[in-house]
């Protein structure tokens, strides 16, 4: 059975730092893409960042030179760095991969002024 647990999330001031992580389970999670996404309220899920297997990112425009995607093969974990958080990035922020479907439960992450 294919489990992505997401933790991190929380409460933060504006610029300040908040870091995610997803631990994956019952899936090969180094051969899989992986990807954060966010859905806001009233609005749609979107990509956020995204990790191939072989660590290349890529990232939305919105959080460039404030997020960084990163992954560690070893513990089967995904991380986000988020770092300049402003009140727009508040949102539920999701785990999935990229490869084979699957999505974690989501993490609160709320940013206020």
């Known amino acids: 059975q294919v489990q992505l647990v997401e933790s991190g999330g929380g409460l933060a001031q504006a610029w300040g730092s908040l870091r995610l992580s997803c631990a994956a389970s019952?899936?090969?999670?180094?051969?899989?893409?992986m990807g954060w996404y966010r859905q806001a309220p009233g609005k749609q899920r979107e990509l956020v960042a995204a990790?191939?297997?072989?660590?290349?990112?890529n990232y939305a425009d919105s959080v460039k030179g404030r997020f960084t995607i990163s992954r560690d093969n070893a513990k089967n974990t995904l991380y986000l760095q988020m770092n300049s958080l402003k009140p727009e990035d508040t949102a539920v922020y999701y785990c999935?991969?990229?490869?084979?479907?699957?999505w974690g439960q989501g993490t609160q992450v709320t940013v206020y002024s």
């Open positions: 999935h991969t990229l490869s084979s479907g699957y």
């Open positions: 019952g899936v090969v999670f180094s051969i899989n893409a």
């Open positions: 990790i191939t297997r072989g660590a290349s990112t």
